[in-house]
């Protein structure tokens, strides 16, 4: 080595070195952040009905929460029972019935492996995250995500709700819990038993306390490791019938649920915009759709969510891409909510096949509607996906009660 690059070996390592000086100064400890989600299901709650209970509830006093639809939209492809195991595969895959294949209760159908649940996708982008589900209601774990979440670390089942929490306290206490989900399911129960009144209103307030113990326990850990970045989410799976007693069909009250935060979420859940053509009932399609959930964890989580996932949910962190795309089949459109100036790239069945202004807010497919299609519309690095119906198909619609 010549003097004069021996010299240069020098002055860089100087420089490094100094470089290496100052991040030590800013920051002491300069250790990377850890996302940590910790979702909590509370079944068949009744939005206005928890509302009811004032304003000091845990839901109202801590947490960020918006209005959202469950059931697709009626009439359309993504047209699904509000019933539980519709409802929370929904929640855990990021898309409708028509692509999770689990229609109805039935304990002998399990989620399309096509479209996996949050746990194997968080198990296959994060193979030594710590993954837990722990439920009231059965059939999550032992039917629906039988094959889907035999990667987790915990997955329990049959717990009551007060077993359930202490279960997640300790998990929250003594493991990495990298994604937990739980299932809270007393509200539906006390629901079913006698409706509305005043025993479903004690379900909710022991639901809210259950919530309050859960998010001190957040708040605690979190103190004690900065380096951890939390987010939690409260959602339902499907509002009730007039009296509270039933649920599945089609009614504004039985589709209408919510999604709280401790995070702000982005506008797709703080601002409604409502799809022109078919706002729904009292404007409800204009608000976050239940879809929207696993998305928005995978994002937290750190993953880009990939146009092939063909995910119906957008993610209410960050970007939300093109809002409430939907589709036509008898016009053979694709319709959206943007008022971004930049564009849509434009999937179908696997393959880009064009570019949109974003601002135009519709699309003709050339080649017509008449085959089932997914689509998918991507702004923002935010893909969202459609899945269309075949125009020919007639469409049934069954009523379901549970
Ligand atoms: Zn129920």
Redesign the pocket.
């Known amino acids: 080595m010549s003097i004069s690059k021996a010299l240069r070996w020098v002055a860089l390592l100087a420089a490094a070195l100094l470089l290496g000086l100052f991040f030590k100064g800013c920051e002491p400890r300069q250790s990377p952040i850890h996302p940590k989600t910790l979702l909590i299901g509370m079944?068949?709650v009744q939005l206005q009905h928890y509302e009811q209970l004032g304003g000091d509830t845990h839901l109202q006093r801590r947490l960020f929460s918006g209005k959202a639809y469950a059931g697709g939209v009626n009439g359309r492809a993504s047209e699904q029972p509000t019933?539980?195991g519709p409802g929370w595969m929904t929640l855990l895959t990021g898309v409708w019935a028509n692509k999770h294949g689990v229609i109805s209760n039935a304990e002998s159908l399990r989620i399309d492996p096509e479209f996996p649940s949050l746990f194997k996708r968080l198990r296959e982008a994060l193979p030594s995250a710590y993954l837990s589900s722990v439920v009231n209601w059965s059939p999550i774990n032992t039917a629906f995500l039988l094959e889907d979440a035999q990667g987790n670390n915990v997955r329990e089942s049959g717990l009551d709700d007060e077993r359930v929490t202490d279960r997640t306290l300790e998990i929250l206490e003594n493991t990495p819990a990298d994604f937990t989900f739980i299932q809270l399911d007393e509200p539906?129960?006390a629901?079913?038993a006698s409706g509305f009144g005043p025993a479903y209103q004690f379900a909710l307030r022991e639901a809210d306390d259950r919530l309050g113990r859960l998010l001190d326990k957040v708040e605690e850990r979190a103190y004690k490791n900065p380096q951890e970045d939390w987010l939690v989410i409260v959602c339902t799976d499907?509002g009730r019938d007039f009296w509270g007693s039933?649920?599945g069909g089609v009614t504004e009250q039985e589709k209408t649920v919510f999604i709280a935060s401790n995070k702000p979420l982005n506008e797709e859940l703080n601002q409604p915009s409502i799809p022109e053509d078919n706002p729904g009932p009292n404007n409800l399609y204009g608000y976050a759709a239940q879809t929207s959930v696993a998305p928005t964890v995978l994002r937290h989580m750190g993953l880009d969510l990939k146009p092939e996932w063909r995910l119906d949910g957008t993610p209410l962190l960050g970007a939300t891409g093109v809002r409430k795309a939907r589709a036509i089949e008898a016009d053979a459109k694709l319709l959206w909510n943007s008022d971004s100036s930049g564009t849509v790239i434009i999937h179908k069945n696997g393959q880009v096949v064009t570019n949109v202004q974003a601002y135009l807010q519709q699309w003709t497919d050339p080649q017509g509607m008449r085959q089932a299609n997914d689509y998918v519309l991507e702004l923002d690095d935010t893909p969202v996906a459609v899945r269309t119906r075949p125009a020919s198909k007639p469409f049934i619609l069954e009523e379901i009660s549970?």
Do not use: A, P, V
């Open positions: 079944d068949g019933i539980s539906d129960e629901g079913h499907h039933g649920h549970y």
